[in-house]
């Protein structure tokens, strides 16, 4: 864990040119692409596990940051 203040920006978001939301979206959906690439989890369950309290809002953080919903990615996954 990183201790820091909610005024004060990530030191790695200011060295990679985001915002500090941004950057914990990015790692949320890494470990989201993890999870869901394990294929032990649903979509819901993989949102609750990165900390998002929906699943609306989870599948459109996912969709800005992947370019495909989380079902979408795991069709894909699925037909490989």
Known sequence: PV???RGMPAPRAIAMG???KEYLINILMRHAIALLESGYYSVEHVSELCGFTG??????SFKQVVGKSPS???SCLRKK
Do not use: E, G, Q
């Open 3 to 5: 201790a820091m203040s």
């Open 18 to 20: 985001v915002s500090t």
């Open 55 to 60: 699943s609306k809002y989870f599948s459109t």
């Open 72 to 74: 979408s990615y795991l």
